[in-house]
């Protein structure tokens, strides 16, 4: 008697009908690759837990977005490390800050390329923390005044999209009004809507120099346990005005990711974050895996998880591999 039962393996026999029938694509378009400047000149110093990865002056600048342009990656994400700091974040809001110049020069050597300015004041205070502290608290409402000026002076700078990271209640709302207000009201605002205060961020606070110097994140940023909170947080967002919603990390979250796909109709971001790419990056280096399958497979598993776009690290080594 023969059996019967379902042959699956014949969608699989060669390599071009499993292209065929492919149901996820990750392209070039859907990557986002973040960028630290520093003041100074003559700097490209590689971030020691992210080769790579580099802090960049702005003379330094226009051979990496060059590099970025030829690829054909759509967008940037611009982080600032400033020399001084100071207790209220000045620099993240002054017109001459770090990001501001990055920005304009950024859009005035590639104005078709898409820059994205991260909305924060970790990388500016000297307490390390995300918003306006008092007793070794974060305030939540005084700290909004100061991320919408920031997001302003972005804005005036040319930045094409903001990205809010903060965490803070409302930073939606109040960013958007402040946008709306200076006559900003088409910049789009990709909010950091689900942000895990997750270990996976080390190496990132080491190329950004905003770790703590005191506590930690946990009053703002999610519990890593949480699934339900998520979606409280991105249902604010999107009544607040969010143009995007962002999961932070990716690896980890992918349920999250998903989650939040099926919920809510907005472009999805997933940031596949600095932890994330040291861990890789350390196995490859050591002969333990084959980075670039490794690489396609886990950004793959993000857009089959629902992401839109990926912020990654990865960002010109995968636009090359999808380019071969």
């Known amino acids: 008697m023969a059996l019967s039962f379902d042959r699956h393996r014949r969608l699989r026999q060669t390599a071009a009908i499993r292209a065929m029938v492919r149901e996820t694509h990750l392209r070039v378009e859907d990557l986002i690759y973040p960028l630290f400047v520093v003041e100074g000149s003559g700097i490209k110093r590689e971030v020691p837990s992210m080769p790579g990865v580099y ?6 600048l226009s051979e990496e977005v060059d ?6 990656i759509p967008a940037v994400m611009v982080f600032g490390v400033p020399n001084e700091k100071d207790e209220v974040g000045s620099q993240a809001y002054c017109e001459t800050g770090i990001v501001q110049r990055a920005i304009r020069q950024i859009k005035a050597e590639h104005p078709d390329l898409v820059v994205i300015a991260d909305t924060c004041l970790c990388e500016y205070t000297s307490h390390g923390h995300c918003g306006v502290v008092e007793n070794e608290r974060v305030l ?10 920031t ?3 972005q804005a005036q700078a040319g930045a094409d999209i903001i990205a809010p990271s903060n965490m803070m209640d409302g930073f939606v709302a109040a960013i958007r009004q402040g946008l709306d207000e ?10 950091y809507a689900i942000k895990y205060a997750s270990a ?4 990132f606070r080491d190329a950004a120099d905003s770790a703590p110097q005191f506590g930690d994140r946990k009053t703002y940023q999610m519990d890593p346990a949480n699934r339900l909170e998520a979606f409280r ?13 962002m999961v932070k990390p990716a690896l980890a979250y992918m349920d999250i990711i998903r989650d939040i796909k099926n919920r809510f109709p907005l472009p999805l971001v997933a940031y596949n974050v600095s932890g994330e790419y040291a861990m890789v990056k ?4 050591n002969g333990w895996i084959d980075e670039k399958p490794v690489v396609m497979e886990m950004l793959t598993g993000m857009k089959r998880a629902g992401a839109d776009l990926i912020i990654t690290y990865f960002a010109k080594d995968v636009a090359r591999w999808l380019a071969e």
Do not use: C, W
């Open 55 to 60: 802090h960049l002056s702005l003379d330094r």
């Open 282 to 285: 350390a196995a490859a280096q």
């Open 200 to 203: 996976f961020y080390g190496p």
């Open 233 to 245: 947080e991105a249902e604010s967002d999107v009544k607040e005005g969010a143009d995007f919603l």
């Open 140 to 149: 939540n409402d005084p700290s909004l005044e100061l991320l919408t000026k």
């Open 182 to 191: 200076a006559g900003f009201e088409y910049v789009p605002i990709m909010s």
């Open 151 to 153: 997001a302003v002076s």
């Open 67 to 72: 590099d970025i342009a030829k690829l054909r």
